[in-house]
């Protein structure tokens, strides 16, 4: 026998990125669906950019010579520039990401709640099918960035929110309805001489009030609760919530990376004659976007459009054939 082993084939593995308006994220699965890399990072109002350094992130994670990109998915607000990026064979929204993601995980849950940097969500599920579901997206009263800019105001780090609020016996009431009106009723509660952590434990409480008269307003919420997003990390807002609706709320670990997570799951049931390797070469390129008005019908069609090294490479808004643009081919 020889003493020679013929090299093995690299490992398929499948990437998924979540483009949002706060952050991206982003994940590698290998063939059995366990995630072996992950990334969390700022978007930084370049979501373009923001998809690059995920990518080399997660590049630096991995053994490029044993493990191969074989598809890619993208989700999140930016999911059709990321997409276009990075070549995608899948491009879904954020609440069909999330639903495969957490149905995966969680084969019974019934309802998934999410609060994210600016938004959040509620996605209901019957037998593993996204059946009804709400988004936020107006007011960033109850997200990530309300808490972030409180703590701020309160002089303390938002990571240690949650392990603060838990130490209250006596929540201030602190109407988090809208952003402005939080504020004041915080610095009022503050000149009132409430204690830091029933100040803060009110506001946790006020986050989870809110999501359930706002997002879930007319939904009903059955357990299985599945609690995703960064704000799921609190433990005072979980803590709330679980009192609101009188049973467990479930956190992943990774419940912050599920839209990337379900995007990749996505990917990995990309029709085999549609895999192919993904480089991670995109620094190589330039992307560029730009928007032209169709002038073909009555319409007046606002158009983006994705050049890569001034090729056309995709382009959506178009509301008729007449606007469709013909990308060149990678």
């Known amino acids: 026998m020889s003493n020679q082993t013929a090299s093995a084939s690299p490992r398929r593995a499948f990437l998924g990125v979540d ?3 706060i952050s991206t994220k982003g994940v590698i699965i290998d063939e059995n669906r366990s995630i072996i890399a992950r990334t969390y990072l700022w978007t930084e109002g370049d979501p373009s950019q923001a998809a690059r350094r995920v990518v080399a992130d997660l590049a630096r994670q991995i053994d490029r010579e044993q493990i191969e990109i074989a598809a890619v998915g993208t989700t999140g607000s930016a999911r059709r520039l990321v ?7 899948v491009v879904k929204n954020e609440i069909t990401a999330h639903a495969v993601g957490t149905t995966y995980l969680h084969p019974d849950v019934r309802t998934i709640l999410e609060i994210g940097g600016q938004d959040s969500k509620i996605i209901c599920v019957e037998d593993g099918v996204a ?4 988004m936020n997206t107006l007011c960033a009263a109850g997200t990530g960035s ?15 929110f949650g392990e603060i609020a838990l130490r209250s016996d006596n929540p201030a009431n602190i109407a988090a309805r809208c952003t402005v009106f939080a504020e004041s009723d915080l610095v009022h509660k503050i000149q009132m001489g409430y204690a830091r952590e029933d100040v803060i434990a009110g506001l946790c409480k006020a986050v989870a009030t809110n999501y359930l008269n706002n997002v879930g307003k007319g939904k009903k919420i059955n357990a299985p609760v599945v609690f995703q997003g ?4 609190n433990v005072g807002v979980v803590h709330f919530f679980e009192e609101a609706l009188g049973c467990e709320v479930t956190v992943d670990t990774d419940g912050h990376l599920m839209g990337a997570f379900g995007a990749a799951l996505l990917a990995a049931g990309t029709p085999e004659q549609d895999l192919r390797p993904f480089e991670f070469d995109i620094d190589d390129f330039e992307f560029k976007t730009r928007e032209i008005i169709c002038q073909k019908c009555p319409n007046h069609c606002e158009i983006v459009c994705v050049y890569r090294d001034d090729d056309l490479i995709d382009s959506w808004g178009n509301r008729c054939d007449k606007g469709a643009l013909k990308a060149k081919r990678r």
């Open 19 to 21: 483009t949002g308006s």
């Open 83 to 89: 997409g276009a990026m990075l070549g995608a064979q």
């Open 131 to 134: 059946v009804d579901y709400a």
């Open 146 to 160: 309300f808490l972030s800019s409180q703590a701020h105001r309160l002089g303390v780090e938002v990571e240690e």
């Open 230 to 233: 960064g704000v799921s990390k």
